[in-house]
């Protein structure tokens, strides 16, 4: 008997066996769970890295594409230059004869300056197309030399009258008479003139002069109106607050108020409950005053049935008096009643006028004041931007 009650000990071995399998199980379950997140993390923090990197190679692509339109466009300007250059030295007649020319002079230097004569270039058109595209670097080059060998053997006294140091200003739309007649003489010797450049004008010391302090005197007024202006922002400043103090002493007044009308709002409420509670209690004394005198007449009349006592009629005689006096008691606090009601709400009624009133009125100063000042402002302004205006024109 004590054999069979003793479990086999292969059994527990085997549960236990089943109980650490299972925690096991659960544990790689745990494990792969946790390394599937890390997977998929892995791998959309990859796909934002890609993403990243495609954005930086598209906008990388497209700053060269951009790089490369703007050189294509610069060496677009620069052939056309270089056509047009070809094109004007085709029309002026420049040959292999004339560069031979322009190199001797500018090893001869000054000792001889007509050496480099077109007059025995042959016909432009007749030179290569091919030969003129390669020459057109040393043409280029061959006409600045000119120019300045020009500029250099000019007349001295045409050099004298028209100084860089002239003072300039943009051009204006009408053609002026100092212009056109220096435009009239360019059209002679066109390398011993000074021009202006494009949107300039030459003016004279003495205009100059006046426009400077034209200018000064802008100056001043635009600094006025500086000083001016920050005045009045200071002015705008101190005012708003004042009117932010203004309105917080408002609030709380209004809070004030709000607060009076609740406690006249309890006042009334607890009065009238109060009126309420004595009527009630009136018109329980009444009934009671009622009941007895009811129960009093019905026991009167049954001894006066028996008895015939003196004192009855002298009874009846007060009860109707004491009802009247009462009703009369009842009408007038009722009426008292109704009158202080009224007289709460008509009150509470003028004090809510008042405080809007004063709510409105505030407003509307506050209103016109900040339109006083809007329309000071804004003249102000509409005055500075006019001389601005002005000054600019004038320059």
């Given amino acids: 008997m004590e054999e069979s009650d003793k479990p086999p000990p292969q059994n527990e071995e085997n549960a236990e066996l089943e109980v650490n399998l299972e925690v096991q199980l659960a544990d790689c379950r745990a494990q792969l769970e946790h390394w599937q997140g890390v997977a998929t993390i892995c791998e959309l923090s990859k796909r934002e890295e890609l993403q990243e990197l495609q954005t930086q190679c598209d906008q990388e692509i497209q700053?060269?594409?951009?790089?490369?339109?703007?050189?294509?466009?610069?060496?677009?300007?620069?052939?056309?230059a270089l056509q047009s250059e070809r094109a004007q030295w085709r029309r002026t007649g420049a040959s292999p004869d004339n560069k031979a020319s322009i190199k001797k002079g500018r090893m001869e230097g000054e000792s001889s300056p007509t050496d480099s004569s077109p007059s025995h270039s042959p016909d432009p058109d007749s030179s290569d197309p091919r030969e003129l595209m390669a020459e057109g670097p040393e043409v280029e080059g061959a006409g600045l030399l000119m120019e300045g060998y020009a500029i250099q053997q000019c007349d001295s006294a045409s050099l004298a009258s028209f100084?860089?140091?002239?003072?300039?200003?943009?051009?204006?739309?009408?053609?002026q008479d100092d212009t056109a007649s220096?435009?009239?003489?360019?059209?002679?010797?066109?390398?011993?003139?000074?021009?202006?450049?494009?949107?300039?004008?030459?003016?004279?010391?003495?205009?100059?002069?006046?426009?400077?302090?034209?200018?000064?005197?802008?100056?001043?007024?635009?600094?006025?109106l500086r000083e001016q202006r920050a005045e009045l922002e200071k002015e705008l400043d101190i005012q708003t607050t004042e009117t932010q103090k203004q309105?917080?002493?408002?609030q709380s007044q209004v809070q004030t108020s709000e607060t009076l009308l609740q406690e006249l709002q309890k006042s009334f409420s607890q009065s009238q409950n109060a009126v309420q509670s004595r009527l009630a209690e009136l018109s329980l004394s009444q009934k009671r005053v009622c009941s007895e005198l009811s129960r009093?007449?019905?026991?009167?009349?049954?001894?006066?049935?028996?008895?015939?006592d003196p004192h009855t009629p002298t009874l009846?005689?007060?009860?109707?008096h004491c009802e009247e006096r009462l009703r009369i008691?009842?009408?007038?606090?009722?009426?008292?009643l109704e009158t202080r009601t009224e007289e709460s709400v008509l009150e509470v009624q003028l004090s809510s006028l008042k405080t809007e009133t004063d709510r409105i009125q505030s407003q509307k100063d506050k209103v016109w004041r900040l339109s006083c000042k809007n329309v000071a402002l804004n003249s102000r302004a509409c005055g500075w931007r006019c001389l601005t205006y002005r000054e600019t024109t004038n320059l």
């Fill in 296 to 308: 009093l007449k019905g026991g009167d009349d049954q001894e006066d049935e028996g008895t015939g």
């Fill in 329 to 336: 008691e009842i009408v007038n606090l009722k009426e008292q």
């Fill in 316 to 320: 009846q005689g007060a009860l109707p």
């Fill in 182 to 224: 220096l435009l009239s003489t360019g059209t002679l010797v066109p390398e011993a003139i000074y021009l202006p450049p494009p949107g300039h004008r030459l003016v004279s010391y003495t205009d100059w002069d006046a426009l400077q302090t034209q200018i000064s005197e802008l100056q001043g007024e635009v600094t006025q």
């Fill in 63 to 80: 700053s060269l594409q951009e790089a490369l339109r703007e050189t294509t466009a610069q060496y677009e300007a620069r052939i056309s």
């Fill in 163 to 175: 100084s860089m140091d002239t003072p300039s200003l943009p051009r204006r739309p009408p053609p």
């Fill in 247 to 250: 309105v917080t002493v408002l």
